[in-house]
């Protein structure tokens, strides 16, 4: 497993952008595949995207599709979530997972590595 620290969470109005960030410990970072998922109050812990070891394959929920943009740094420990045109159905509490393989799932039980989780919340 690796240890994951999420960043960047906070309070914007709707139509904003945040960042978030989550850094890794770790020498085997490289061959993980990474994930963020989101939990609001009430519901289910959900698929945000993911992206393999190498950052050349993403994928997305239909919900943030063309808004949200997932990225890595190996060299950095560092996957990103870009979140722009934000929403107020956005607002979660939001997640970095990690997986020991090289391709991407979208279940929160295909990840062995979970982060404490960072609030985002977006105001009408």
């Known amino acids: 497993q690796v240890q994951l620290v999420e960043s960047g969470g906070g309070l914007v109005q709707a139509g904003g952008s945040l960042r978030l960030s989550c850094v890794a410990s770790?020498?085997?970072?490289?061959?993980?595949?990474m994930g963020w998922f989101r939990q609001a109050p009430g519901k289910e812990r959900e698929f945000v995207a993911a992206?393999?070891?190498?950052?050349?394959?993403?994928y997305y929920a239909d919900s943030v599709k063309g808004r949200f943009t997932i990225s890595r740094d190996n060299a950095k420990n560092t996957v990103y979530l870009q979140m722009n045109s934000l929403k107020p159905e956005d607002t979660a509490v939001y997640y970095c997972?990690?997986?020991?393989?090289?391709?991407?799932?979208?279940?929160?039980?295909?990840?062995?590595?979970w982060g404490q989780g960072t609030q985002v919340t977006i105001s009408s």
């Open positions: 997972a990690g997986r020991p393989r090289s391709d991407i799932a979208t279940i929160p039980q295909r990840f062995d590595s």
């Open positions: 770790g020498r085997t970072f490289g061959s993980y595949a």
């Open positions: 992206i393999n070891w190498s950052g050349g394959t993403t």
